[in-house]
Nanobody, 126 residues
Framework: QVQLVESGGGLVQSGGSLRLSCTSS????????IAWFRQVPGKDREGISC????????NYAPSVKGRFTLSNDNGEEPVYLQMNNLKPEDTAVYYC???????????????????WGQGTQVTVSS
């Protein structure tokens, strides 16, 4: 069983950086793809990045590509999301999610992800 925990959220000024972490308190993540989603009240949850742990293949949504970077140290936890050049529109609750055995693509089907963390708030002030 995989139980995900996010950490690293907070308040930052526009242009600043934060690093989010996603760890598992249960099974290891080596057979999973780990995705980061974010959600603003009243809007759908948006998939923004994904890493397939075994192959290290990564995908980024256009809204974050070039600013956000996923990293994972040879399959070891945690999975990090380094967020640079943050903008006020990046303000959201950020969730990590795990999907067993699937590669990452530009599509982030919420229902395909079996395990979710509780979320961590990121607030970017202008």
């Amino acid at each position: 069983q995989v139980q995900l925990v996010e950490s690293g959220g907070g308040l930052v000024q526009s242009g600043g950086s934060l690093r989010l972490s996603c760890t598992s308190s249960g099974d290891t993540l080596e057979h999973y793809s780990i995705a980061w989603f974010r959600q603003v009240p009243g809007k759908d949850r948006e998939g923004i990045s994904c890493i397939h742990i075994a192959s290290n293949h990564r995908n980024y949504a256009p809204s974050v590509k070039g600013r956000f970077t996923l990293s994972n140290d040879n399959g070891e936890e945690p999975v990090y999301l380094q967020m640079n050049n943050l903008k006020p529109e990046d303000t959201a609750v950020y969730y990590c999610a795990a999907r067993f055995g699937a590669y990452c693509s530009s599509v982030y089907p919420l229902r395909a992800y079996e395990h979710w963390g509780q979320g961590t708030q990121v607030t970017v002030s202008s």
